[in-house]
């Protein structure tokens, strides 16, 4: 089945710094889509990618699609404390439904 | 407006017990997805329907699991009997699945823990 590795799995930073992560896939996926879970609720979607290339931002967060399709990336500038959290990304390929990579860990120092 | 309502938001059981998990999708959403999370595994899918017919239950662990969609604004998903092993946060999600999404929506979850 299709596999999305996402690096790396946790990361320390502190406050202001800008942060990068990303997802790789064995195969390629149609569709990107970035993802932030907090302690104790459900992943909470923060952008969708749907062309190669692609490349959008939603405030300070910013996502490409990759022209090979079968990479993502998520960028965070000037973090800040809320920032924390795990975020996933997520993709499908020739299938319908969702797979999800592993999650970064993120956790910012002040 | 309201998202994913997802209840009860914790249960605690004995092993044995059948454990049921509701969920309320978004009011226009015409997919469901259940999902099951657990630091070993991550987030695994377990069934996921559309207009309220069953796609893909091929996540199911085991016979034990089943669910049910019986409205665009309903779904159950039932462990019987429950075993310690099947201890995970539980969640739903719902989409619209037009041409180009597959943008799913999470509700809260689901604590379970079965002892």
């Known amino acids: 089945g299709q596999q999305l590795n996402q690096s790396p799995q946790s990361m320390f930073i502190q406050e202001g710094e800008d942060v990068s992560m990303n997802c790789t896939s064995s195969?390629?996926?149609?569709?990107w889509l970035w993802y932030k879970q907090d302690p104790g609720e459900g992943p909470v979607l923060l952008i969708a990618?749907?062309?190669?290339?692609e490349l959008t931002s939603n405030g300070r967060l910013t996502a490409q699609f990759g022209i090979t399709r079968k990479d993502s990336f998520l960028n965070i500038s000037a973090s800040i404390p809320s920032d924390v959290g795990i975020y996933f990304c997520?993709?499908?390929?020739?299938?319908?439904?969702?797979?999800f990579g592993t999650g970064t860990r993120l956790q910012v120092t002040l | 407006d309201a998202g994913v309502i997802q209840s009860p938001r914790h249960e605690v059981t004995e092993m044995g017990q059948e454990v049921t998990l509701r969920c309320k999708p978004i009011?226009?959403?015409?997919?469901l997805f259940w999902y099951r999370q657990t630091m070993m595994r991550g987030l695994e899918l377990l069934i996921y329907?559309?207009?309220?017919?069953?796609?893909?239950d091929s996540g199911m662990p085991e016979d034990r699991f089943s669910a049910k969609m019986p409205n665009a604004s309903f779904s159950t998903l039932k462990i019987q009997p429950s075993e310690p092993r099947d201890s995970a946060v539980y969640f739903c999600?719902?989409?619209?699945?037009?041409?180009?999404?597959?943008?799913?929506?999470f509700g809260p979850g689901t604590r379970l823990t079965v002892t």
């Open positions: 009011s226009g959403h015409n997919s």
């Open positions: 195969s390629i996926f149609n569709t």
């Open positions: 329907f559309n207009n309220n017919v069953p796609i893909d």
């Open positions: 999600a719902s989409s619209f699945r037009g041409l180009f999404s597959y943008e799913q929506y």
């Open positions: 997520a993709g499908t390929g020739t299938a319908s439904k969702l797979t």
């Open positions: 990618l749907y062309k190669a290339g």
